[in-house]
């Protein structure tokens, strides 16, 4: 099973992503995290995309498809994959299209996760992660503490972070860039009869169920 999480910033899409990849052993494939992954290795890459991305802009094109062909070479692709952050422009849609053709597998879910805009500066200017490397366990300031203050759920840590492009300037720009670039391919999947919308103001567990009949139904 292949399933596109669609959303705006602060959506849920790697929270969910981390709950599909739980519950249905698919791998979850986030551009987002990759990218970051580069900046943090300081890589050639990760320096030139580093102020772009501070600021909420868009990486190229190539670079993300180059990224996701990568990974879909691999093994690890087979069992299924969840998109997070990916398709984000008409280019990276078509691309993926391509991409999956050749390898005689295609989408079976695109599920878009609906957000108040106000709702989600909120959820993001309240995100952090855990800082322990192979966690990067998510947490909300206003949503979802762990259960004892400091530290973290999943492995224990004390030590967290926020991502430099999570300030209100740079959400309002990644907004725009959602609305103006990544919504064109609503129609795209439309067509195709792919797209299911959920409702993420609920709250994150109602969020999964809605995820999981769509998937089961
Ligand atoms: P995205 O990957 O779409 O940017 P995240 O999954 O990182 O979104 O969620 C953004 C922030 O909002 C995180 O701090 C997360 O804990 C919180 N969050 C996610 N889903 C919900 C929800 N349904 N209700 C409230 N807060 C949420
Ligand atoms: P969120 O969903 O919370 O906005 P992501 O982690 O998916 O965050 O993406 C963070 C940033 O990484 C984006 O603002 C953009 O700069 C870059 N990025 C991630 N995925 C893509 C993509 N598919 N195409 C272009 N840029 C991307
Ligand atoms: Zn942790």
């Known amino acids: 099973m292949n399933v596109i999480l669609l959303g705006p910033p602060g959506a849920g899409k790697g929270t969910q992503a981390q709950r ?14 990759m990218l970051r992954h580069e900046i943090d290795k300081q890589t050639d890459l990760g320096l030139s995309i580093k102020e772009v991305m501070s600021k909420g802009g868009l990486v190229d ?3 993300v498809i180059g990224m996701i062909a990568t990974v879909l070479e691999g093994p690890e692709a087979r069992v299924g994959i969840i998109l997070d952050g990916f398709p984000r422009t008409e280019r990276q849609a078509i691309a993926l299209d391509l ?20 709702a989600l500066v ?15 366990a998510s947490y909300n300031d206003f949503f979802k503490k762990p259960a004892v203050d400091g530290v973290c759920d999943v492995c224990g840590g004390s030590e967290f972070m926020r991502r430099p492009d999570d300030t209100e ?15 064109p391919i609503v129609p795209y999947y439309l067509e195709k009869g792919l797209l ?13 169920e809605q ?7």
């Open 122 to 136: 909120k959820r993001i200017s309240g995100r952090y992660m855990c800082k322990a490397k192979n966690c990067g």
């Open 20 to 33: 599909l990849r739980e519950n249905y052993g698919l791998m979850h494939l986030s551009t987002g995290d």
């Open 99 to 118: 991409m999956l053709k050749k390898r005689k597998v295609a989408i079976d879910h695109v599920i878009e996760i609906k957000v108040d805009d106000e």
């Open 61 to 63: 094109d190539e670079t």
């Open 196 to 208: 299911r919308e959920v409702n993420g103001m609920l709250g994150i567990d109602k969020v999964t």
């Open 169 to 183: 300037e740079a959400v309002r720009t990644r907004l725009k860039k959602y609305y103006h670039e990544t919504m």
């Open 211 to 217: 995820i999981n009949a769509l998937i089961e139904g």
